[in-house]
């Protein structure tokens, strides 16, 4: 190689190195509500893809325990299209003292042995809900949590049926793991929407969260990571746990643990 192309291949190689994740971000949203009485945590952990968080997943399950959830949400590709899922059930096994509910991603749908995962993951402690919703307390406040499964597109699913899948007035959740659906979410009657996928958009521009390309979605699209209004509720991606996608990896984008705070409405 001529010597002139040392000095920007070092560079480039230099700012790749510098960008590659070193450690899970925790990532804190608060939101107050008049549908619930006392705080509640809630931990959204996405897109984990079978990573490996070293013995045990204790690189990830401690940081997780340090932020006390009251809840766990996982919303898709928690393990790969192949059969790999053993580190995902071990974090799933570490964590099965809190209540935790998982709907599909598309990796997961890939699978023709999704039935034996789904009986792994449910062994696990861990709800799978598939078109249904389930209601569970925390803290004295009832949600009602609700799981579709990851299908190809957004006009395969109707707003007014996932809206009729929830039976109750109890602060509303659906876990959906692609998120940039939102016209189809806007028109679901529920308060939260939790989504993953997007992987924060891969790359990042340096000390942004700025993406520069997910799945299905233009460059540099909003619906990477972060909170977002709906024209009802609230949309909240993670930017998910995999450190690279099918040896692709990450820059400027450290795996996530999103922290989301429900608290009750200020006393007037
Ligand atoms: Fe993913």
Same mark, same amino acid.
């Given at each position: ?24 971000? =925790? ?16 931990? %959204?952990?996405?897109?984990? *893809? ?16 340090? &932020?006390?959830?009251? /809840? =766990? /949400? ?5 393990? &790969?299209?192949? *059969? ?10 570490? %964590? ?17 042995? +999704? ?12 709800? =799978?809900?598939?078109? &249904? ?22 006009? +395969?699913?109707?707003?007014? &049926? ?17 998120? *940039?659906?939102?016209? /189809? ?24 969260? %700025? ?23 609230? +949309? ?23 922290? /989301?705070? +429900? ?6």
């Amino acid at each position: 190689m001529n010597a002139i192309w040392l000095i920007p291949a070092g560079v480039i190689g230099a700012a790749v190195c510098a960008g590659l994740p070193r450690k899970i971000d =925790i990532t804190k949203y608060a939101i107050r509500t008049d549908k619930v009485k006392n705080m509640i945590r809630i931990a %959204v952990l996405s897109d984990l *893809h079978n990573e490996d968080y070293g013995e045990n997943m204790e690189k990830l399950t401690v940081p997780l325990m340090n &932020e006390h959830p009251d /809840l =766990i /949400l996982m919303p898709g590709d928690m393990a &790969e299209e192949r *059969h790999h899922q053993d580190n995902t059930l071990k974090m799933m096994r570490a %964590v099965s003292h809190i209540p935790s509910f998982y709907s599909t991603g598309n990796h997961e749908e890939y699978r023709r042995d +999704l039935p034996e995962l789904k009986k792994q993951i449910a062994e696990c402690g861990v709800r =799978i809900l598939s078109g &249904e919703a389930a209601v569970t307390e925390i803290n004295g406040t009832r949600l009602e949590i609700c799981g579709i499964p990851c299908r190809r597109r957004e006009s +395969l699913f109707d707003a007014d &049926e996932i809206s009729s899948l929830f039976r109750t007035d109890s602060y509303r959740i659906l876990l959906s793991h692609r998120p *940039h659906w939102v016209t /189809l979410y806007g028109n679901v009657n529920c308060d939260l929407v939790v989504s993953g996928h997007a992987h924060g958009g891969q790359w990042c521009i340096p000390g942004t969260h %700025v993406g520069i390309k997910a799945p299905n979605q233009r460059l540099f699209s909003k619906y990477t990571c972060g909170i977002h209004d709906l024209k009802k509720g609230k +949309l909240l991606i993670s930017r998910g746990l995999v450190k690279d996608y099918h040896h692709i990896p990450r820059l400027y984008n450290n795996p996530e643990i999103v922290i /989301l705070t +429900l608290l009750p409405e200020e006393q007037k």
